[in-house]
């Protein structure tokens, strides 16, 4: 059962341009939301993240969407640059009873491409 | 600081035969991960760890053993080798995760990329 589903799988885009990949959550548990990044031959590193009190973080060219009701969230990379090309991770957790969990439940991954 | 600092970052096994990923991490960091990343699946948790003589066993733990015996090193041993074990893995360490609000980032090495053929 796969909890976060992400999409797209890849995604071209022109520099200059707005780069959107979604991503669907399952369990209303979930309340914490983190965005990765990962360079072909490293780990992947914290991008951006959000709980779901706020319906909207932005973090220089980089603003996570969220809608609850939906379960749904979403990463805007505006402006897009050929340093952002990276693969894209979504994921999410749930702060459980006693205000500490810490397993992260990772989407598939969105390859970004920007062309210069 | 190095951070997280995983070892060998290339192997090729054969069927069978047994290895350990190393991992270490120098940033006090109480909890410690294992992922494996295969092409278009993002990454699984295989065992997790919340202090040392602490572990758990995440999604996919079959054929893995792990061991926290210091805060700092958090090794993966595989024991026979399969096919399917081929894959990418990363070791990731955090704080202690706080009240609500404090969630802290993993912070990832980069990476063991393992081949059984």
């Known amino acids: 059962q796969q909890q976060v589903k992400q999409s797209p799988q890849s995604l071209i885009v022109q520099k200059g341009g707005i780069s959107i990949i979604n991503c669907a959550y399952e369990?209303?548990?979930?309340?914490?939301f983190p965005w990765y990044q990962q360079f072909p031959g490293k780990g992947p590193a914290l991008l951006i993240a959000?709980?779901?009190?706020?319906s909207e973080k932005k973090e220089g060219r980089f603003t996570i969407s969220f809608n609850k009701s939906a379960k749904q969230f979403s990463l805007h990379i505006m402006d897009s640059q050929p340093g952002d090309s990276a693969t894209y991770f979504c994921?999410?957790?749930?702060?459980?009873?006693?205000?500490?969990?810490?397993?992260?439940?990772f989407g598939k991954g969105t390859l970004l491409t920007v062309n210069p | 600081n190095a951070g997280v600092t995983q070892t060998p970052k290339f192997r090729i096994l054969k069927i069978g035969q047994s290895m350990t990923l190393q991992c270490a991490q120098d940033m006090n960091h109480n909890y410690m991960y294992w992922y494996r990343q295969d092409p278009g699946m993002g990454l699984k948790l295989i065992y997790y760890?919340?202090?040392?003589?602490?572990?758990d066993k995440g999604e996919v733990p079959n054929g893995y053993n792990v061991s926290r015996s210091t805060t700092e090193d958090f090794p993966l041993r595989l024991e026979l080798a399969a096919p399917s074990q081929t894959s990418v893995y990363f070791c990731?360490?955090?704080?202690?995760?706080?009240?609500?609000?404090?969630?802290?980032?993993?912070?990832f090495g980069d990476g063991t990329r393992l081949s059984i053929l």
């Open positions: 959000i709980r779901p009190d706020v």
């Open positions: 994921a999410a957790s749930e702060e459980s009873s006693g205000g500490s969990n810490y397993k992260l439940t």
């Open positions: 760890s919340v202090g040392a003589g602490i572990t």
């Open positions: 990731a360490s955090s704080y202690a995760q706080g009240r609500r609000g404090s969630n802290q980032p993993q912070h």
């Open positions: 369990n209303t548990a979930f309340d914490y």
